[in-house]
T-cell receptor, first 113, second 113 residues
Framework: GAVVSQHPSRVICKSGTSVKIECRSLDFQATTMFWYRQFPKQSLMLMATSNEGSKATYEQGVEKDKFLINHASLTLSTLTVTSAHPEDSSFYIC?????????FGPGTRLTVT | DQQVKQNSPSLSVQEGRISILNCDYTNSMFDYFLWYKKYPAEGPTFLIS?????DKNEDGRFTVFLNKSAKHLSLHIVPSQPGDSAVYFCAASAPNTGNQFYFGTGTSLTVIP
């Protein structure tokens, strides 16, 4: 399956600052990448679909001005959490899709203090 | 609206025995189902999948069964090994939902040596 990396794996930031998370598809040209978040003991929730060269598609209830997604190349998508607040603390995971399967990155643990 | 449900949050099984993880869904349009394995602080790893045209798919120690009339699928792991201890998510997709996968809330499996 496709290999997906994320950076950083863990980040702690102060409330009000912005944090950028990178998602790279290492061996697969991904025109589409997905961003999920997972709260403790909860399911993976799709936040947005990142499309190379065009605007991301956000799921209902996800603020596009708060969670900025850029997919500038076939191997890189970035998620920027702007003006982060403690309630944004979560585990953020990206994925790419190949055929029927999705391949996930290792995730990024964001803690906003 | 949780369209994919895993009603057992946790399961403990003795090493060597069979582990059975269950998943129920409500959307009859789902036509592809997947199981993912997730360790803490890591992204999910694809395990096995099944198309709605089949009722069983086997890969080594892992077998997925699909009962469309009951809208139920299960993952059987036999024999269970301590390294299988992880959280297992089932996921489903439908042709009319674009690239979105719907995930269950996960079942934490503990295999006791």
């Amino acid at each position: 399956g496709a290999v997906v990396s994320q950076h950083p794996s863990r980040v702690i930031c102060k409330s009000g600052t912005s944090v950028k998370i990178e998602c790279r598809s290492l061996d697969f040209q991904a025109t589409t990448m997905f961003w999920y978040r997972q709260f403790p003991k909860q399911s993976l929730m799709l936040m947005a679909t990142s499309n190379e060269g065009s605007k991301a598609t956000y799921e209902q209830g996800v603020e596009k001005d708060k969670f900025l997604i850029n997919h500038a190349s076939l191997t890189l998508s970035t998620l920027t959490v702007t003006s982060a607040h403690p309630e944004d603390s979560s585990f953020y995971i990206c994925s790419t899709r190949s055929g029927h399967e999705q391949y996930f990155g290792p995730g990024t643990r964001l803690t906003v203090t | 609206d949780q369209q994919v449900k895993q009603n057992s949050p946790s399961l403990s099984v003795q090493e060597g025995r069979i582990s059975i993880l269950n998943c129920d869904y409500t959307n009859s349009m789902f036509d592809y189902f997947l199981w993912y394995k997730k360790y803490p602080a890591e992204g999910p790893t694809f395990l096995i999948s099944i198309s709605s045209i089949k009722d069983k798919n086997e890969d080594g120690r892992f077998t997925v069964f699909l009962n469309k009339s009951a809208k139920h699928l299960s993952l059987h792991i036999v024999p269970s090994q301590p390294g299988d201890s992880a959280v297992y998510f089932c996921a489903a997709s439908a042709p009319n939902t674009g690239n979105q996968f719907y995930f269950g809330t996960g079942t934490s499996l503990t295999v006791i040596p």
